[in-house]
């Protein structure tokens, strides 16, 4: 036994040992917070923190701000800066090895460092020169670290220099996130509408007569069920499909609304946002306030900015605030090509042009180079076998799409400045909302809208006989906008927010089906008056009135007989008496959320088959299943009945059946536990966390029960949802509230790692401005 004592001990000094060298190593790579220390600027730079690492930047002129921010962002977010930039360049693989491979490969045929460098160079002077002074600033935060990231020690490289290409490839990156970028949803509308009569083409591909906020008042009506045949590839189902899930809300959004001065106790307008995003750790967002002089003005701005770009993304200048939601337009159309007898030639409106080619080398952490030939259009890129007869035409292809114009809104003194500016400023494009401190409100499209030609522009049209084009970009004042409207409000929630011709120039992306939107708007016109706190309530307002149509039908599906069958009684009286929201306690919204969902798959599942065997999707196409499927179920037509069901009633009770067997599944044989916030569960983790064995689990969050889904203003899922929530009247700052999840820093031993965290999963209110200063790192002219 004395053997096995020495040999326990041994083992545990050692475990220890490097336990404390990991620590130390670890400890040694610490961003730097207090103290002085030089770079490369024309006079002192502070950066200052309160207690939650919320930095401010102080500086005698706004290029040595950008150069501070640079600094701050490096020290603290490199590693996640470098994936945004490896995410749009297609270069992952040079870290994480094979395993990123066929990402690479997808991302290559943008050739989006290409296009980097290309817009570079056309950039203004003005704005190269912020590039350069931020860009110097993340190398120079990034070499004054004592040791690397603790990230590049587990992947076993060494960080790469920061380029200012690299900027504009984080911005193409959020392009990726915001914007379809394969085709396969014109791809999915192309096939469907080949494969069914034009009068279920439009009623399966109506907008939502139920739920709908246009700002501008349109409105539009319910398109009927068609009275001809129900077309048989929607209800036979000769394969059954093996990917059967909806695309039932456009996940990749946000919400923001805003109040005029006229409902505010001062005056000012006052704005609320939260974008809607994939939460990890750390999270996207980089809370900043730049604080500079410019002759005998001095600026100061505050919001969030993301690490890679130099300037304030969403915030408040003290005279505007604005914030953002995914526009959900088209902003892209695939091109069926025509071939020409020579295969090596396409046909075009100027008659046969030759296909052009580039090798693409993708650097693979401990394999060889992977060589890839992108073969190329003069609209844009080939898809990829097997629809290598499509080509991608795509708004982030061209110079239009991006540039720092962004950073104009810093400076910006009014909503009628900020509209002017929108259709200058190339990023994706966005539902801009804008509020100053006069009282005014404004919407518009802030980004590049291009000016179609187009017969069809949900599905792959033929552009060789000069029908269908592109002629540039519309100008600012054929821009669509809002202003001040009679409600006194305005609101957007990635759904439809205008009609009419306004409508048809942007197109339609799949917009989202309007119920979160309606929601909010209800909440604002519920008060005369709102302050803050009001707004951020809207913004955490979790019930599910979308689902109360739902909760009844399935009360009229659970009969007696039914509920007697299949000892339903205790589901019953779920349904009955706990389903009015998506709090963490309710067993009644799971189920009923389950029972839609399930649903909406078997009234679908035929066509998620006619999907698959084309290659693409159900989830691919941009129609939004709940306002044709709910018409469907209520009509009850027995010729529309899917395969393979006999009657709509059976359908529906195996919706419960089925839904039910699943959250059983999940919730150890118990509905007891099948509670929402047990299935709603938050899985906010590092994307590293799974390669580090034992240790790993606490570079993660905690996994937190959250209240919240779709279709409603507290969006939230596991990995996704309220990426920030901000609310502030431009003047009255010091009132406002911002919070993100996870903390400002990516360094899990930083005081900054977690430092929002609890606040933002509890609901809680952090100021929109830093609070008290307690730490100071200066940074002093060399030389």
């Given amino acids: ?85 490896r995410n749009a360049a297609g270069e992952l693989s040079e870290l994480f090895g094979e395993r990123a491979l066929q990402l690479d490969i997808s991302r290559r045929m943008h050739r989006f460092r290409d296009r980097s460098e290309a817009i570079l160079a056309t950039l203004p002077p003005a704005q190269r020169l912020l590039l350069k002074h931020y860009t110097q600033g993340v190398n120079e935060g990034l070499s004054q670290l004592p040791m690397r990231p603790f990230e590049y020690w587990l992947v076993r490289q060494a960080p790469a220099t920061w380029r200012e290409t690299d900027s504009l490839l984080v911005i193409y990156s959020m392009y990726l996130d915001l914007q379809s970028s394969t085709g396969y949803d014109e791809l999915a509308q192309g096939v469907l509408k080949k494969a069914i009569p034009a009068d279920w083409y439009k009623f399966l591909n109506q907008h939502s007569s139920d739920w709908q906020a246009a700002i501008d008042g349109s409105t539009v009506t319910a398109v009927p069920m068609p009275e001809s045949p129900y077309p048989q590839v929607l209800s036979d189902q000769k394969v059954a499909c093996l990917d059967c899930q909806l695309r039932d809300s456009r996940d990749i959004g946000s919400n923001n609304f805003a109040v005029s001065g006229k409902l505010t106790s001062h005056g000012g ?204 970009y519309i100008g600012g004042k054929n821009y669509p906008s809002v202003k001040n409207p009679d409600s006194q409000r305005l609101w957007t929630a990635n759904s439809r927010v205008v009609g009419g011709k306004a409508l048809k120039r942007l197109g339609d992306g799949g917009y989202d089906l309007g119920a979160r939107g309606m929601q909010i708007r209800e909440g604002l016109l519920a008060k005369e008056q709102h302050t803050e706190q009001s707004l951020h309530q809207i913004q955490l307002d979790h019930r599910a009135l979308f689902l109360k149509h739902w909760q009844q039908l399935l009360l009229e599906v659970l009969t007696d007989d039914f509920v007697a069958r299949h000892q339903l009684g205790q589901y019953r009286s779920y349904v009955e008496l706990d389903s009015d929201s998506a709090s963490q306690a309710s067993i009644g919204y799971s189920l009923v959320r389950a029972f839609r969902d399930q649903s909406l798959q078997l009234v679908f599942a035929p066509l998620a088959s006619l999907m698959e065997q084309q290659k693409l999707k159900l989830s691919d196409l941009k129609l939004v299943p709940e306002t044709p499927g709910w018409a469907l179920i209520q009509a009850k037509r027995p010729d529309t009945v899917p395969a393979p069901f006999i009657s709509w009633q059976q359908l529906l009770e195996q919706a419960v059946l089925q839904s039910r067997d699943t959250l059983l599944a999940k919730s150890d044989g118990d509905l007891a536990n099948a509670r929402w916030g047990l299935l709603n569960t938050a899985k906010i983790e590092h994307p590293l966390s799974s390669a580090i064995p034992w240790f790993g689990q606490f570079l993660n969050m905690p996994a937190t029960e959250m209240a919240g889904d779709r279709h409603m203003p507290r969006v939230q899922l596991p990995v996704h949802g309220q990426s920030e929530r901000m609310v502030v009247a431009p003047g009255h700052e010091a009132t406002g509230i911002l919070t993100i999840p996870a903390g400002q820093s990516g360094h899990p031993l930083s005081p900054f790692y977690r430092a929002d965290h609890a606040f933002w999963l509890e609901e809680a209110e952090l100021g929109f401005l830093p609070g008290e200063q307690k730490y100071l790192l200066e940074l002093q002219p060399r030389g």
């Fill in 269 to 472: 307008a006052m704005l609320a946002d939260d974008m809607h995003l994939g939460i990890r750790v750390p999270g996207t967002w980089f809370k900043a306030q730049l604080i500079w002089g410019e002759g005998t003005e001095q600026h100061s701005v505050a919001g969030v900015s993301l690490p890679g770009a130099p300037s304030i993304v969403a915030g408040s200048n003290g005279n505007i605030a604005w914030g953002f939601t995914n526009s959900t337009a088209d902003w892209h159309d695939v091109i069926q090509l025509q071939a020409d007898e020579n295969p090596q030639r396409y046909l075009t409106p100027g008659g046969p042009r030759e296909y052009s080619y580039n090798n693409e080398v993708i650097k693979v952490k401990g394999l060889p180079d992977v060589v890839i030939l992108i073969k190329e259009t003069e609209w844009g890129p080939v898809l990829p076998a097997p629809f290598d007869q499509y080509a991608l035409r795509w708004v982030a292809y061209d110079p239009q799409a991006l540039n720092l114009e962004l950073q104009k809104l810093e400076e910006t003194k009014t909503v009628d400045e900020a509209l002017k500016l929108a259709s200058k400023v190339g990023l994706p494009a966005q539902n801009l909302l804008v509020v100053d401190r006069e009282g005014n409100q404004g919407w518009t499209i802030i980004g590049p809208i291009p000016k179609r030609t187009l017969q069809d522009m949900d599905t792959p049209q033929d552009w060789s006989t000069g029908n269908n084009y592109w002629d540039g």
């Fill in 1 to 85: 036994m004395k053997w096995l004592k020495t040999t326990f001990y041994v083992v545990v000094t050692l475990v220890a040992i490097v336990a404390i060298t990991l620590y130390s190593a670890l400890h040694s790579s610490l961003p730097l917070y207090e103290g002085n220390t030089t770079a490369e600027v024309t006079d002192k730079v502070q950066l200052s923190r309160d207690a939650q690492g919320y930095l401010t930047v102080r500086a005698k002129n706004r290029l040595d701000a950008a150069y501070g921010l640079g600094y701050a962002h490096a020290q603290d977010r490199f590693f996640q800066m470098d994936l945004l930039r």
